[in-house]
C-alpha cells in the first residue's frame, strides 16, 4: 500500500503558479500522461495546474544528473507500458523527483512545459485487454430490480465480482468520437428484432484501474499482494446501447451493446497520489457473506478502499446555445464498490489468467444508494419510464443526438491537498 510522505504536504507550493489551489492537478496529484502536439510524436508528461511538464524535454536537457536523470528518462518513453511495468518502487522514486523539482523555491525551468489547451491528450499506456466489473452493488440493485424485482441480484453476486471480458480496441481517451451504434433491438412490444441505430443510448460512470507489473499465465495473485500491480486510476465510461444489450445479452452477457466504444480520463492517476484518500473497505450488511478466503486480507480490508467522489453532467445543444453550465445528473462515490481494487485483480487472476501490463479493468458503474446518485440514465430515469427532467426545461430518457456526457471525479481529505482526475467527456453523433 503506498504511504502518505513529503509529497502529500500541503503547505508546499510550486514555482508552476497555476497548480497552487488548482482543482484537480496540484502539487501534491503530477498525474502522467502521454500527448503530443502540432501532430508530433506522442511523448510522456506529467500534470501540474494548466500546464504539462514535458518528461522528454526534462530528459533531453539535462537538468537532472545520476539516478534522478535515469528515472526520468525511463519515464520520458511513451507510452508508459515499459517503464510501469518496473513496479511501484520506481514509480514513487519519479514522484519524489518531479515534487523537488516543481516545488517553489527552484527557478522555473523555460520550455519544460507545455499548455494543456495546447495539447492531444493520448491514452497513458497501450491496452493490453479490459474487463468490466459489475462491482457497484448499487446499480446491481436497481438494474436488478427493474428485470428480477423478486430477486434483485444473482445468487454469485455476493461471493464473486462479476465482470465481462471487453474489447481492448475501442478503448479512447476523453473526447473520442462517440458515434450511435447500430445493433440488432427489440422491445417488448416488437415481435421480431430490427436492425438500426441504438435508441436507448446510455452512460456509466465508473472508475478504472491500470495494471502496471503482470503476472505469468497459471501464477495465481494473493489478494494482499494485488494492489502492488495497479499503476493507476482513471474515470471510465462504458457507453451502452440499451437497447441492443437487452437483446443480445442472454445467455452470455454483453456483446455488441457494449463494444462500440469506452471512454477514459487520459491522466493515470497514480497510487501514491492517492495515499491520504485511502480507507476501509465499507463493512458489509448483516447477513452478507464473508468473502472466501482467497478473498480475503485484513490490511485490504482496513484500508484497501479509496474515497473519491464521481460526478456525471449532461450537455446538451440547448444548453450550449442558450450557454448555460451543464447539469448535473448524478453525484456518488467509490465506496460504492462492495470489493476493493484488490479483490477484482486476485480474482480475475484466480484462475491462472495472465495478468499484462497495460491491462484496464473497470469497476463497474458506481450509482450510489440514493436515486440521485445513479450512476447511468438506465437507473435515473427508470428503464426509460420516468425521463428525467433537466435544468433547461428538456428531459432525457436516454441520450440523444449531440448530448455530451462529461464524468468528472476528485479526492479531499482536511489536510491534504484535493486532487482530481481531469474530465472524461463524449458527445453523440448520428451514427
Not at 493490453?128 to 457497484?136: P, Q, R, V
Amino acid at each position: 500500500m503506498p504511504k502518505i510522505d513529503r509529497t502529500h504536504d500541503v503547505t508546499k507550493q510550486s514555482w508552476e503558479k497555476s497548480a497552487n489551489g488548482h482543482s484537480d492537478f496540484p502539487l501534491q496529484n503530477l498525474p502522467l500522461c502521454v500527448f503530443s502536439r502540432n501532430g508530433g510524436a506522442p511523448r510522456s508528461g506529467v500534470a501540474i495546474g494548466d500546464m504539462i511538464l514535458d518528461l522528454v524535454a526534462l530528459s533531453e536537457f539535462g537538468f537532472l544528473r545520476g539516478t534522478p536523470g535515469h528515472v526520468v528518462a525511463q519515464a520520458a518513453r511513451a507510452p508508459l507500458n515499459d517503464f510501469l511495468a518496473e513496479g511501484p518502487e520506481i514509480r514513487q522514486r519519479l514522484r519524489e523527483i518531479l515534487f523537488d523539482f516543481l516545488v517553489d523555491g527552484a527557478m522555473p525551468r523555460l520550455g519544460l512545459l507545455v499548455p494543456q489547451s495546447d495539447v492531444t491528450l493520448h491514452l497513458p499506456l497501450a491496452v493490453a485487454d479490459f474487463t468490466d466489473f459489475f462491482a457497484g452493488i448499487n446499480h446491481a440493485l436497481n438494474v436488478g430490480r427493474m428485470l428480477r424485482p423478486d430477486q434483485p441480484l444473482m445468487p454469485n453476486y455476493k461471493y464473486l465480482p462479476v465482470a465481462y471480458q471487453g474489447r481492448a480496441s475501442t478503448v479512447r481517451p476523453s473526447g473520442a468520437r462517440l458515434l450511435r451504434p447500430h445493433g440488432q433491438r427489440k422491445p417488448g412490444k416488437e415481435t421480431v428484432p430490427s436492425f438500426g441505430p441504438s435508441r436507448n443510448l446510455d452512460f456509466e460512470l465508473e472508475l478504472g484501474i491500470w495494471l502496471g507489473t503482470g503476472s505469468q499465465i497459471g501464477q495465481r495473485v494473493k489478494v494482499g499482494e494485488a494492489a502492488e500491480h495497479i499503476a493507476g486510476y482513471c474515470l471510465l465510461n462504458d457507453w451502452s446501447a440499451r437497447d441492443i444489450q437487452g437483446w443480445e445479452a442472454t445467455p452470455l452477457g454483453p456483446f455488441l451493446g457494449k463494444s462500440f466504444l469506452t471512454t477514459v480520463s487520459p491522466y493515470l492517476i497514480t497510487p501514491e497520489a492517492l495515499a491520504p484518500f485511502m480507507v476501509a473497505q465499507p463493512a458489509r450488511a448483516e447477513g452478507d457473506p464473508a468473502p472466501l478466503d482467497y478473498l480475503l486480507d485484513a490490511r485490504d480490508q482496513t484500508e484497501g478502499a479509496v474515497s473519491i467522489t464521481l460526478e456525471a453532467q449532461l450537455l446538451t445543444p440547448t444548453m450550449v446555445e442558450a450557454k448555460m453550465e451543464p447539469h448535473v445528473l448524478s453525484r456518488t462515490s467509490s465506496l460504492a464498490m462492495y470489493w476493493t481494487a484488490a479483490q477484482l485483480i486476485a480474482h480475475q487472476a484466480s484462475n491462472g489468467c495472465e495478468l499484462s501490463t497495460g491491462d484496464l479493468l473497470g469497476t463497474g458503474t458506481l450509482s450510489g444508494p440514493v436515486p440521485e446518485s445513479a450512476g447511468s440514465l438506465l437507473e435515473l430515469s427508470r428503464g426509460g419510464r420516468e425521463p428525467v427532467a433537466l435544468s433547461s426545461g428538456e428531459t432525457r430518457r436516454f441520450l440523444e443526438d449531440g448530448d455530451t456526457v462529461l464524468l468528472r471525479a476528485w479526492a479531499e481529505r482536511e489536510g491534504f491537498a484535493r486532487i482530481g482526475f481531469g474530465p472524461c467527456v463524449g458527445t453523440v453523433e448520428p451514427g
